[in-house]
């Protein structure tokens, strides 16, 4: 119901339905959707607060630390943000979300020619 909520633009509607749920008997795409909505509100703490608890009960969740990375960045944290981002993309060379996350993280870190680099490797321009 959150998702739809959130789809035809009743963001806070969605929030509200889903804070209002017990954390523990949250399934992973509702723990997931709150925190993306969390996020888009600048509630940064609390995503994060979020995204943590998805990756202790799953650490290979990587929707959850790419999650948990980019909003390290749009915190302004980026110098946390960029050695994760960096060890995913270790761990999944081939995952174009992570290298997504990491030129994004490397542009607000203001390392524009690795970040370039990285958005060539997207679209297949260099190795």
Do not use: C, F, H
């Not at 174009?96 to 490397?106: E, K, P, Q, T």
């Not at 390392?111 to 321009?125: F, N, P, V």
């Amino acid at each position: 119901m959150a998702g739809l909520m959130d789809a035809y633009g009743y963001e806070d509607e969605a929030l509200t339905l889903l804070l209002r749920t017990v954390p523990e008997r949250r399934s992973r795409d509702e723990s997931m959707q709150l925190a993306d909505l969390l996020r888009r509100q600048k509630r940064y703490d609390e995503a994060l607060v979020e995204y943590d608890r998805l990756l202790a009960e799953d650490p290979a969740n990587a929707e959850a630390a790419l999650g948990r990375i980019e909003t390290l960045g749009w915190a302004g944290d980026v110098e946390t943000a960029l050695p994760l981002a960096r060890e995913l993309v270790r761990a999944r060379p081939d995952d174009r979300a992570a290298r997504l996350v990491l030129a994004r993280i490397l542009s607000w870190s203001g390392r524009i020619d690795e970040a370039e680099t990285e958005y060539r490797r997207l679209l297949g321009e260099e190795q």
